[in-house]
């Protein structure tokens, strides 16, 4: 792996070459030529020029290396923050899908049977779309300069589908999202936003089962603004507790954009609130 510090460039050619012009002054001064004195101003002014091209050339060599490093560095930096990128997608990715499955087959032991194929149903479906997701991310990281797609960008529009998901698994969710203000808002932020609703309401679905929650989503003093709310663990509901990433990367992403998160209990149940600014700092 490259050096992670940034590369430095430090040159000794021109000093080099200026401390051998003078001392090669130093030893003209020190003992003139009694004779032949045009031959050896030839010799010094040819010496003098040898030594300052071999400077600049020593100088150009060098600040190609130097470029070339840096560049490599550049790259290598570039490619860990893709890295982080990805390994957030994939953790997101398999920690919604697993929940949802391993939620949907929890809730079914509490039902009859037409819930339990309907629980079927939503495992298949949750398993296969996250198969195919899986798959397709994998293909990208395996290769080079791929043009293979990665899953379409989330934006708001998306929102009510990532409700709607949760309803199915159970939720009873009362949703406003606010458009006003939100206009032109940037495709990472909107990404961050999905992302926050979805962890929010998976940790509701894993922790306190079919209980009643509240999303809401707009602007307040330009700043985007999320909350999602639920009223604790309905009755009989055992806890299914996840790898504890989750918060942590919601926590990552809205660094990146100088956000901040507040979740912990509230009441009963549990509050998820966050802010960023409709300008992000990334």
């Known amino acids: 792996m490259e050096d992670t510090q ?14 051998l ?5 130093a030893l003209l001064l020190l003992f003139p030529p009694t ?6 101003i030839a010799a010094f002014g040819s010496l003098v020029v040898a030594i300052l091209s071999w400077a600049w050339w020593r100088t150009r060599r060098q600040r190609i290396r ?24 994939l953790h997101d990715l398999a920690s919604h899908g697993l929940g949802v499955m391993t939620v949907r087959a929890s809730t079914a ?32 990281l395996r290769t080079s300069d791929s043009d293979v797609p990665m899953r379409p960008p989330e934006s708001l529009a998306d929102l009510e589908g990532i409700v709607s998901a949760a309803r199915r698994r159970g939720l009873d969710i009362e949703a406003a999202i606010d458009e006003t203000g939100l206009d032109g808002l940037s495709p990472e932020l909107q990404m961050t936003v999905c992302a926050i609703v979805r962890e929010a309401l998976s940790n509701t679905t894993r922790h306190a089962g079919r209980t009643s929650a509240r999303v809401f989503v707009g602007a307040k003093d330009d700043h985007v603004h999320v909350e999602v709310h639920d009223d604790g663990r309905s009755g009989g509901w055992r806890p299914h507790p996840g790898t504890g990433n989750g918060l942590r990367g919601l926590r990552e992403r809205l660094g990146l954009h100088g956000g901040t998160l507040r979740a ?10 966050a802010e960023m600014p409709r300008e992000s700092a990334s």
Request: net charge positive.
């Open 6 to 19: 940034r590369p430095s460039w430090t040159s000794w050619a021109w000093p080099a070459a200026v401390g």
């Open 21 to 25: 012009v003078v001392l090669l002054v």
């Open 35 to 40: 004779t032949g004195t045009s031959w050896t």
């Open 66 to 89: 130097y470029e070339d490093r840096l560049e490599s560095w550049a790259r290598e930096r570039a490619a860990l923050g893709e890295r982080l990128k990805i390994a957030r997608e």
């Open 109 to 140: 032991k509490l039902a009859g049977k037409e819930e339990w194929l309907a629980a079927l149903d939503d495992i298949e479906r949750v398993g296969r779309r996250s198969t195919d997701q899986l798959r397709r991310m994998l293909t990208v």
């Open 264 to 273: 912990g209990n509230s009441g009963e149940g549990f509050s998820l609130v």
